[in-house]
């Protein structure tokens, strides 16, 4: 880190920006949900000529220490891996329908997705009982299975 990047974390103007983001993630890591280690506003992209404080809040994600140097050290090999994944499985014009998905979807937290989703579940009697149902039915396949298997 640059000596004048370094100054301009120290900026008042930064600081603000930091604190929001921090409240915006409930002060928790938004990869391993971690609360209680040092955490950082981690920069997703840098923007050429952009200060640090005027970047989108969409660029900006808390992270504990840990999983801010995992994206440091470990993003350029995942991000040549995928760039050569899509050289090899598809062609520009797939790529740009690709993007154009992405930039139309709303990404959401799948901790947070995975959650709503047992909560919806589990306050519905009707659905407690289908689970349920299938649960069973799904072990009574596999019995059946193995019994048909010893058969042979």
Known sequence: MTSDYAKKLKD?????????????????CQICHDSESTLVVHHRRYLHGVEPW???DSYLVTLCEDCHEAERTERPDAE??????????????DI????????????LHTAEVVASVYEWALSSPEI???L?????NKIKEDVDAEKTTDRS
């Open 96 to 107: 740009a329908s690709l993007t154009n998905g992405f930039h139309q979807l709303e990404l």
């Open 128 to 130: 407690q009982g289908e």
């Open 80 to 93: 040549s891996d995928l760039i050569a994944m899509l050289r090899l499985n598809f062609f520009t014009s």
């Open 12 to 28: 008042p103007r930064w600081q603000k920006k930091r604190l929001e983001i921090l409240n915006r993630d409930e002060w928790n």
């Open 54 to 56: 005027d970047y989108p």
């Open 132 to 136: 349920t149902l299938r649960y069973f």
